[in-house]
Structures are given as structure tokens and as C-alpha cells.
Antibody, heavy 128, light 108 residues
Framework: QLQLQESGPGLVKPSQTLSLTCAVFGGYVRSGDYSWSWIRQAPGKGLEWIGYIYQNGSTSYNPSLKIRATISADRSKNQFSLKMIPVTAADTAVYYC????????????????????WGRGTLVTVSS | DIQMTQSPSSVSASVGDTVTITCRASQGISSWLAWYQQKPGKAPQVLIYAASSLQSGVPSRFSGSGSGTDFTLTISRLQPEDFATYYCQHASNSPPRTFGQGTKVDIK
């Protein structure tokens, strides 16, 4: 059974770098038709997708965060990571990593993905 | 980007009730929609994908319908463990992924 586990500093100073890692257990980041995403949730707010890395290494980001966020994967450690710079208090949130699976296949193409496995989340507070 | 709008933002219901939550997309997304349940302090869990497909292990009292721009999540025979916040998500193969603002189901 696939499990995901986020790790990283719980406190980051404004203008500095937020770095988080998601360890993958029971599966592999570079196999299967999966994407690996970061999603965040500010206190008392809804869900915001940050971006993903596909199993072939290609990436996609939320346009509102694109210039600040970078997602990468380390096959040797079977994990993927998020870096955001610079951060502000508005980046304070619970950060989740999640796997996206294909929900609808047709003609060899996936038409719909959904987040089928989530990590527990890690709270990152941006404060001096 | 495709915007997702849920209604209502909150609903009060009793055990045994049927609850309906709607989600509207700013443009047609075929059947590419997922629904998630989130309980306080926990990660979301998928209930429905492709608008109406029930995720393995999810009770059959949850059902989804709709296509194009208008979608519905129905919870029949509401159980105590169903009191939570529910999110819809634009789930096509074209990013960005976007979520509705959430609907909180609480006890009347």
C-alpha cells in the first residue's frame, strides 16, 4: 500500500526558502502513469494546488506560484521535493504531497487524473 | 484557468438525511471532476472520480453525477462520520488543478 510522508522545517523566515520533501513508500516516483503533486491549505481555508512532477520528470505549476515554486524528484531516494522562494506570511499553510492516478483511460491516453493517495501534511509557518 | 464554485458553503443536516452539494465549473469539463472529503486535522480523501465513479472502499451512500459544467455530490442516509468538509476538483488532464472552495456539512 502506497504511503507518502512529508518532512521539512516547520518554521521559515520571510524572504527565505521553503524546502519540503515527500518520501514515497510502497511505490516508485518514476514508474507507472502517475503524477506527484504538492497541495497546500492555509489555516481555515480551502485547498490550493501548487504543482506536480510527472513520472517522466516533466513539471507543471499553478500559474499564481510558478515563478516561486520548483518541484523535483530524486529517483535514488524515491522522493520528490518542493522549493519555494521567496516566502511570505501568506505561504503559511499545511503542505500536502499527493499522488495523482489516472481515472479515465481511452485510446492509450489518460483524460482525467485524481489525487488518490495523500500524505498526512506538514504545517509550515512563515514568521520572523 | 477553470474556476470551480461550490454551493452551499455550509449545510446543517441530521443523521439519516440526504445531503446534496453542487459544483459548477466556469467552462465545460466533460466528466473530469473529483470529490474529496476532509475531516478536521486530516488530509482529504477521494470519494468520487470521473464525476460518478466511486473510489474503492468508499461507502455506496456517496454518489456523484453531472457533466459539462454542473455536478452534484449526494450523500444518502447521512452517518455521523460523514460530518466533514467536501471539495470538488477540476480533474482533466490539463493543468492547473483547481478546487472548489469547500462545503462544510455539520450537525443540525
Amino acid at each position: 500500500q502506497l504511503q507518502l510522508q512529508e518532512s521539512g522545517p516547520g518554521l521559515v523566515k520571510p524572504s527565505q526558502t521553503l524546502s519540503l520533501t515527500c518520501a514515497v513508500f510502497g511505490g516508485y516516483v518514476r514508474s507507472g502513469d502517475y503524477s506527484w503533486s504538492w497541495i497546500r491549505q492555509a489555516p481555515g481555508k480551502g485547498l490550493e494546488w501548487i504543482g506536480y512532477i510527472y513520472q517522466n520528470g516533466s513539471t507543471s505549476y499553478n500559474p499564481s506560484l510558478k515563478i516561486r515554486a520548483t518541484i523535483s524528484a530524486d529517483r535514488s531516494k524515491n522522493q520528490f521535493s518542493l522549493k519555494m522562494i521567496p516566502v511570505t506570511a501568506a505561504d503559511t499553510a499545511v503542505y500536502y504531497c499527493a499522488r495523482e492516478a489516472c481515472g479515465v483511460w481511452s485510446g492509450g491516453l489518460c483524460y482525467s487524473y485524481y489525487f488518490d493517495v495523500w500524505g498526512r501534511g506538514t504545517l509550515v509557518t512563515v514568521s520572523s | 484557468d477553470i474556476q470551480m464554485t461550490q454551493s452551499p458553503s455550509s449545510v446543517s443536516a441530521s443523521v439519516g438525511d440526504t445531503v446534496t452539494i453542487t459544483c459548477r465549473a466556469s467552462q465545460g469539463i466533460s466528466s473530469w471532476l473529483a470529490w474529496y472529503q476532509q475531516k478536521p486535522g486530516k488530509a482529504p480523501q477521494v470519494l468520487i472520480y470521473a464525476a460518478s465513479s466511486l473510489q474503492s472502499g468508499v461507502p455506496s451512500r456517496f454518489s456523484g453525477s453531472g457533466s459539462g459544467t454542473d455536478f452534484t455530490l449526494t450523500i444518502s442516509r447521512l452517518q455521523p462520520e460523514d460530518f466533514a468538509t467536501y471539495y470538488c476538483q477540476h480533474a482533466s488532464n490539463s493543468p492547473p488543478r483547481t478546487f472548489g472552495q469547500g462545503t462544510k456539512v455539520d450537525i443540525k
